[in-house]
């Protein structure tokens, strides 16, 4: 059974910084593709950071140059480092990992199978 539970989350002033995690269990973070997303008030999610197993990544260009993506493979792990944050970066923020493995990245929702609970990150400005 996989599992993907997100932490960090909370408020915090613009040009402040936040850590996210997600702790993983049923999947490798160092294997299988995991990406965060974020679902604004009203909206869809949006793919924000992707990371595939050759350490390869990709980023929303919202947030390139703020955002980095990461893991932790001892702790199975991933975390989002996010600075300088930004009123629009406002929302629910979701850890999420597909099934296969493999080196590819990808920030489409339709991509993956498996996804955490969320946790809300608010910035004020």
């Known amino acids: 059974q996989v599992q993907l539970v997100e932490s960090g989350g909370g408020s915090v002033q613009a040009g402040g910084s936040l850590r996210l995690s997600c702790a993983a269990s049923?999947?490798?973070?160092?294997?299988?593709?995991m990406a965060w997303f974020r679902q604004a008030p009203g909206k869809g999610r949006l793919g924000i950071a992707a990371?595939?197993?050759?350490?390869?990544?990709s980023y929303s260009k919202f947030v390139e140059g703020r955002f980095t993506i990461s893991r932790d493979t001892a702790k199975n792990t991933l975390y989002l480092q996010m600075d300088r944050l930004q009123s629009e970066d406002t929302g629910i923020y979701y850890c999420?990992?597909?099934?296969?493995?493999?080196?590819?990245?990808?920030?489409?929702?339709?991509?993956?199978?498996?996804w955490g609970q969320g946790t809300q990150v608010t910035v004020s400005s």
């Open positions: 990371l595939d197993n050759a350490n390869d990544t």
């Open positions: 049923g999947v490798a973070v160092n294997w299988n593709g």
């Open positions: 999420a990992a597909e099934r296969y493995g493999g080196s590819w990245v990808s920030l489409y929702v339709d991509d993956y199978h498996y």
